[in-house]
């Protein structure tokens, strides 16, 4: 009875995702994401702001430094905003501890042969990411070729090069250019997308898990499965749980294209940011590819798990390969057609992330993004099919404990 | 085993096998249920009975046999039609009872509206109206158990399947349960319930089927079962009663009466005689059929001495 097989998807379908949108923890989220949006949104520009400020040829500092001269290499060096002169050791610790200046540099007589300079910090954190070394790195170049150049070649010592960018393709022309920053503006929402994309796809696949978990903890299940068949239950399920998280992401994107305008206007960071109207398709394709995929592993764990908990201990095996990409987005994003990329996009887990990191990265095989999705979605529909099967197996496994052995047992029996 | 029968069958189970692995839990298992009756499908615990259930219902694939449901549909074609009690009781937890119930009700082929007020209805009529809004996890496993039970008949089913339904319930809604099904029964409903307690199939059914060690041992109709067992015990009124006869097992203790088990050293002929040598005239002397509890018993001793 096929009419009835789709009459009770659907309803299956409107059950499931009005259940997940009146969830409390689908709510939180939903709203929260967008504020962490905006707290980054805000974050962001900050950060890039402070990145930029070295290269603009001046040594201006953002936070006092304090140096003590014993090799007269500073004698003509002209005052900057930031940096203070102190005579005395003791003075300069002093004026460390009390927090008037962050660093202090003490410049030895040999300076000049050896290369050797004191740095005394306070407080804790590695002084290889502090900032500051930089920065009076800066203000010993302007000193030492202060007499020799001109500011200009000064300004040049100290930020060689503001790269602009021609992107040369395989027949040798020239397809685009832009600045870094233009770049980093691109790369940004792929990025922000990619992350989107795996937190929507886990809270929906892990709402898909609980769900079924419960069903079967519950003995719900065979009251189910006396009423419609095991393939309009996931249909159903897996469709009502991805429409929520459509949804969820649909509410993202608005706010997104409603506040980071505005943004903006305040930051400059962010003036830049470009949205490809066929990224916004893609990651909505990859996010009904990848979740099917991951929604279907995490029915078939949670049919064939006998309790909530037992269900949550497997899942982690199968979220884990998501996160890959995101954690090696630093390789994938600069080298997008890059072996690691291309292996990851064609294996299903990993496939939705790694597509979109591509993206970020501008890759020049966008056929291979394509493909990697088309895999997807086939995975997905065959992962959907399996786990109609599991589902209809997972029942023979009541009060049993899990093992591969006695999964495929049920499989066969329930075939 | 199967009838040619004017009435038609509400489920028809022939040669029904499921093994899970290399133990056969219900072996060449035969029996059919009338349209309209109450039937009592009985066994011991562990003998058998849910699985069959679960694998008659197709929750569960057979290994061998046939399952035909109201005049020959096969179990997912029946389904819209079944209304299913199963033995381990559950509903979604978080969600309200009238929810659970229109979801069900939705899903056994009513629209939103019907669903909604049949299920009310039953809530009504078990008692749970008052708690229609509550969630399931804030009930009673008694009160789940009923909501459970209204699901169960929220669409109105031809043929009603509940195993172990009285399991865990008060007396008091046992009787509901029971005049709840005997009304569904006068509507033309066929019922079929599974238990280990007889009086509540001495009581509800004319028909049943017994099962031990997963095989069916007995089926039919329990007074026609209880006949062709002939008599089992003799119950004698009378001033007084005679020494040395072996067998007097129950004093009734009202009018001098005493009940006698029969066996082959202890006949009516042999107890007839006995009273009329001592000179003692009865004033009542009735062979007694023997109970379903007697049948139970040796039934399941039989088959369990059988299969060692």
Redesign the interface.
Known sequence: MPGKKTADARIIFEEEFSRQIRRTGWRVFTVGVPFLMLFFAFILPVLGDTFFSDNDGSADLAEAIGFIDHSDVTEDLEPIPGLIRIEDLADGRLALVDGDIKSLFVIPNDYVSTGEVDWYRKGSGLASEDSTGDAFHNVLRIAIADDALTDDQIARVISPASYTLFKVDELGQTDSSGSLQDEVAKAAPAFIFAMMLMMSIFVGSGSLLQSVTEEKENRMVEMLVTSTSPMSIMVGKVLGLGAAGLLQIAIWLTVAAISVPQISNQFSGLSSLSVEPDLIVLMIAFYFAGYFVFAALMASIGAASTSVREASQISAIVLVPAVIPIYASALIIPNPDGMLARVLTFFPLTSPTASILRIAGDTDRMYEVVLGLVVTAFAGMFLLWLSARVFRAGLLLYGQRMSIRSVWGALRQSG | MFRTASVPYALEIEGLTKR??NKTVVDDISFSVEEGEVFGFLGPNGSGKTTTI?TA?????QDAGEVRFLGGLNA??A??R?G?L?E??????K?KVSSVLR??G????LSKAEALDRGLELLHRVGLYEHRDKKVEGLSRGMTQLV?FV?SLIHSPELIILDEPFSGLDPLNVQLMKEMLAVEQARGATVIFSTHVLSDVEEMSERVALIADSRLILFGDLHEIRVSRGANAAVVEAPSHPDGLPGAQKQAGRGGQIEYRLSDELTPEMILNAYASAGIVLSRFEQVLPSLNDIFIEEVSNARQKNG
């Open positions: 899970f692995g679960r219902l197709g929750i569960l694939r997912e074609d389904m819209p079944v299913y199963p381990e009781r559950g509903l979604l937890r969600e979801y069900l939705r899903l056994r082929g459970q699901a």
